[in-house]
């Protein structure tokens, strides 16, 4: 099974910082686009930003110009820089990997469970 696990989440001012990090570990043959999507209460789960094997970014319009995505493919990896953290950041943040198991397989989408980003005074 292949698995993506989060970390860097946390709470953070106003203003503030943070970076998150998703590794996948597993039955991993390629990868296609990966990506973090959030989901905050009541909501429903949008994208934040998503980077394609060939490093083409997209960002939603709330996080342009303050959050960047970036991938480390020899590790496995997806990053997210979010810089000037608004309190409407505030959710659960999911990272997701378009992942081809074996060759023999189509490409499947595979979720992270979840860190939490909480941005307050």
């Known amino acids: 099974q292949v698995q993506l696990v989060e970390s860097g989440g946390g709470s953070v001012q106003p203003g503030g910082s943070l970076r998150l990090s998703c590794t996948a570990s597993?039955?991993?043959?390629?990868?296609?686009?990966m990506g973090w999507y959030r989901q905050a209460p009541g909501k429903e789960r949008e994208l934040v930003a998503e980077?394609?094997?060939?490093?083409?970014?997209v960002y939603a319009d709330s996080v342009k110009g303050r959050f960047t995505i970036s991938r480390d493919n020899a590790k496995n990896t997806v990053l997210l820089q979010m810089n000037s953290l608004k309190p409407e950041d505030t959710a659960v943040y999911y990272c997701?990997?378009?992942?081809?198991?074996?060759?023999?397989?189509?490409?499947?989408?595979?979720w992270g469970q979840g860190t939490q980003v909480t941005v307050s005074s």
């Open positions: 597993g039955s991993i043959f390629s990868f296609n686009g």
């Open positions: 980077i394609t094997s060939g490093s083409s970014t």
């Open positions: 997701k990997a378009e992942i081809r198991p074996a060759p023999i397989f189509r490409p499947v989408d595979y």
